[in-house]
């Protein structure tokens, strides 16, 4: 699976907009976008995924640039709770969903 | 919320004990996995099951032994545990054609 680029750390205030970004510029056509979040002392908890289109859920926005060379994860109004590891994450559409590769993230800190 | 559970979620033990981590899911998923996470860095795949009776090693060698005797149970022994084993240990487990993944808690290690 193709890897990603994303910051090492974001800052945010509560309340407000966070777009987190990543890059992946070797993504092949049948990659899928994962996001995951790590919580301090617990295990990674799924956000979203897509493929090519934007997507939605309670929990966040995924928005998928054009050309699909990078994508930015969108919480609409950050909590402390939302203070956490994010993770970028390609799956190839043949690959099992366990070996996705998890890498360092970015650590999103949430200012009251 | 995710029903994929972890025990113990933290177990400090002397060098040359054995030990046995506990991963229980009732989601009737057929693919369990075991992460092996130290702090502030990537998670690394180290044992999987596709099913019952069937166990492999992942992408990072490890000391430590599986068994799937159940579907919802996948625990993970360490025979003799050393200082080196001191780590996170994470379970998680999927559904064939589901885009996520769910994990436990995590058990943390501490061997002295």
């Known amino acids: 699976d193709a890897k990603t680029t994303q910051p090492n750390s974001m800052e945010s205030n509560e309340e407000e907009p966070v777009h987190l970004p990543c890059n992946h510029s070797t993504i092949s056509g049948t990659d899928y976008i994962h996001w995951y979040r790590q919580l301090p002392s617990q295990g990674p908890e799924y956000v979203i995924h897509g493929l090519t289109s934007n997507v939605n859920n309670r929990m966040a926005s995924l928005a998928i640039a054009e050309d699909r060379k990078s994508s930015t994860l969108i919480l609409h109004r950050a909590t402390l709770r939302d203070a956490a590891v994010y993770y970028c994450i390609l799956r190839s559409r043949g690959s099992t969903l366990g070996r996705l590769y998890f890498g360092r993230g970015t650590q999103l800190t949430v200012w009251p | 919320e995710a029903d994929i559970y972890q025990t113990p979620r933290y177990l400090v033990i002397g060098t040359g004990k054995k030990i046995t981590l506990e991963c229980s899911q009732t989601?009737?998923?057929?693919?369990m996995y075991w992460y092996q996470q130290d702090p502030g860095m990537e998670l690394h795949l180290i044992h999987y099951s596709y099913g019952v009776n069937s166990t492999e090693k992942g992408d990072l060698s490890s000391e430590s032994t599986v068994s799937r005797i159940r579907t919802e149970h996948f625990p993970l022994t360490l025979e003799s545990a050393r200082p080196s084993h001191t780590s996170q240990y994470l379970c998680?487990?999927?559904?064939?054609?589901?885009?996520?993944?769910?994990f436990g808690e995590g058990s943390r290690l501490t061997v002295l």
């Open positions: 998680a487990s999927s559904e064939l054609n589901t885009g996520e993944l769910f």
């Open positions: 989601m009737g998923h057929d693919k």
